[in-house]
C-alpha cells in the first residue's frame, strides 16, 4: 500500500509538470495552455480563410510552442508541414540587419560612414550585371552620396519602396536622406550593393557565413536552392487564388529569403538571446532611430503624420520596428509578397514572442487576434500596418 501511495504521489508531481510545462506564458504574466491556443487559431483560420498557417510561441527566449496548420498546397491537399519552405519575404530585411550588424563588429562597415565613400567611383557608373545593381539614374541625385547603412537600415534613405513602384519606374532621391522615415527595399539593396563590392563576396556567401550556417539553418536561403524542391509552399492571395512559384530571383537581403518555421525560430531565439552580435550591436540594433508619425506604413496614410501610434512611440531600430510597452520594447518585422504574409514580434527584456507565418495573404485579418490569444500583444501597430480585422466595421 506505502509503494502504491508513492506510485501515485509521483505520477501525481509528473502530471502537474507536464501541464505547467504545457501552458505559455504570456506578457501580461497570464498563461494559455497549449491546446486552448491551437484551437483558438484554428478557429480564426476558418473565420479568415487561411490556407496554410505556421506559429511560433517564444518563452525564456526559446521556442515553446510551433505548430503548423492547413495546406501548403491546397489543390493537392498537401500539408504545410514544419519542414515546408517558406516565402520570407521582407523577414529578409531582419536577418539582412544582422549580416550588416555582424560585419559591423567586425570592423568592415561604419554605420555613419556614407556609402559611396567606400567605392573608388561613383555607384552609378558600376555596370550592373542584375536590374538591382542599376545605379544610374542616381547621377541626377547628388544627394545619394550622404545615404549611409544606418539610414538604409532604419529606412531614412530617401530612396524608394521599389522603383517599379514610382510613376515612371525610376529611382530616385524622394528626400533629403536621414530625415523623414518611409520604407525602402531599395535602401536596403544599395547596401548590399556596397557590402558585396567592399567585401567581394556575393550576399548569399556572407549570409551563410555570418548567419545561416553558425545557427544551424540549414533550411534558409536568399535564393532558390534545388533542396528546397521536395516541400515548398505556394502562395494564396487575398481572393484565395494560388500564385505561381517564383524561383529565379537574384539574391537580395530586402525581400528574396526562402526559409521555414524551424529555420526562422533559430533566428529569433538567436536573436533574443543576444547570439551572433556584440551587446552593442544588439543594443543599436534595438534602439530607436527615427519616431514614425505617419498614419500607416504604406498607401496615402504614409504621408499623413499625426500622434495615431504616440502611446507606443512607434519607430524604427535598425532593420526592425519598435514599439515601447510596460514590458520594454517590441522589436517586430513584417513580410508580405507573392500571396505570404508573415509577422513577428520579439520582447527582449521578456523572453517573450510570436513568430506568424503563413502563405495566405487574409493571414492579416487575423494578426491582432494572434497577438493578443497567444502572447497578450497589444502594442503590434495593426491599424499602422493595416492588418484589417475580419470583423472590423
Not at 358 to 382: A, Q, R, V
Amino acid at each position: 500500500m506505502k509503494h502504491f501511495f508513492l506510485i501515485i504521489f509521483f505520477t501525481g508531481i509528473l502530471s502537474v509538470h507536464s501541464q505547467n510545462t504545457s501552458l505559455i506564458k504570456r506578457l501580461d504574466g497570464s498563461t494559455i495552455s497549449q491546446d486552448s491556443l491551437t484551437a483558438s487559431i484554428q478557429n480564426l483560420m476558418n473565420k479568415a480563410d487561411v490556407k496554410g498557417l505556421a506559429v511560433a510561441v517564444f518563452n525564456s527566449k526559446k521556442p515553446v510552442y510551433m505548430k503548423t496548420f492547413g495546406f501548403s498546397d491546397v489543390e493537392n491537399k498537401k500539408k504545410l508541414e514544419l519542414q515546408t519552405n517558406l516565402y520570407g519575404a521582407s523577414f529578409s530585411k531582419a536577418v539582412f540587419a544582422v549580416v550588416v550588424m555582424k560585419l559591423v563588429d567586425e570592423g568592415v562597415i561604419n554605420l555613419d560612414k556614407p556609402l559611396q565613400s567606400y567605392l573608388p567611383k561613383p555607384i552609378y557608373e558600376y555596370e550592373p550585371k542584375v536590374w538591382h545593381e542599376d545605379f544610374k539614374e542616381l547621377k541626377n541625385y547628388p544627394e545619394y552620396t550622404k545615404i549611409t547603412a544606418r539610414m538604409c537600415l532604419d529606412h531614412t534613405s530617401g530612396l524608394p519602396n521599389w522603383r517599379w513602384f514610382e510613376p515612371d519606374e525610376k529611382l530616385r532621391i524622394k528626400f533629403e536622406p536621414g530625415t523623414r522615415y518611409s520604407y525602402s527595399g531599395e535602401g536596403l539593396t544599395y547596401l548590399q550593393v556596397v557590402i558585396e563590392k567592399i567585401t567581394g563576396k556575393p550576399l548569399e556567401k556572407i549570409a551563410q557565413e555570418k548567419v545561416f550556417q553558425p545557427l544551424a539553418m540549414s533550411a534558409s536561403s536568399y535564393q532558390w536552392q534545388e533542396k528546397f524542391e521536395k516541400d515548398y509552399a505556394y502562395g494564396y492571395d487575398e481572393k484565395g487564388i494560388k500564385q505561381e512559384k517564383d524561383k529565379d530571383n537574384a539574391p537580395r537581403g530586402a525581400g528574396t529569403l526562402e526559409t521555414t518555421i524551424e529555420d526562422y525560430s533559430k533566428f529569433l531565439s538567436a536573436v533574443l538571446n543576444k547570439k551572433i552580435l556584440s551587446s552593442k550591436s544588439y543594443k543599436e540594433l534595438f534602439s530607436p532611430q527615427i519616431r514614425i508619425r505617419s498614419k500607416n506604413q504604406f498607401g496615402p496614410g504614409a504621408l499623413e503624420d499625426g500622434n495615431w501610434n504616440d502611446a507606443t512611440e512607434l519607430s524604427y531600430g535598425l532593420g526592425w520596428g519598435l514599439v515601447k510597452s510596460p514590458y520594454g520594447y517590441g522589436a517586430f518585422k513584417e513580410g508580405q509578397g507573392s500571396g505570404f504574409q508573415n509577422y513577428s514580434i520579439v520582447f527582449p527584456d521578456k523572453g517573450i514572442g510570436m513568430l506568424i507565418m503563413s502563405n495566405s495573404y487574409s493571414t492579416g485579418k487575423i494578426i491582432k487576434y494572434l497577438l493578443e490569444t497567444g502572447i497578450k500583444d497589444t502594442y503590434t501597430p495593426w491599424e499602422w500596418d493595416q492588418y484589417i480585422p475580419y470583423d472590423a466595421k
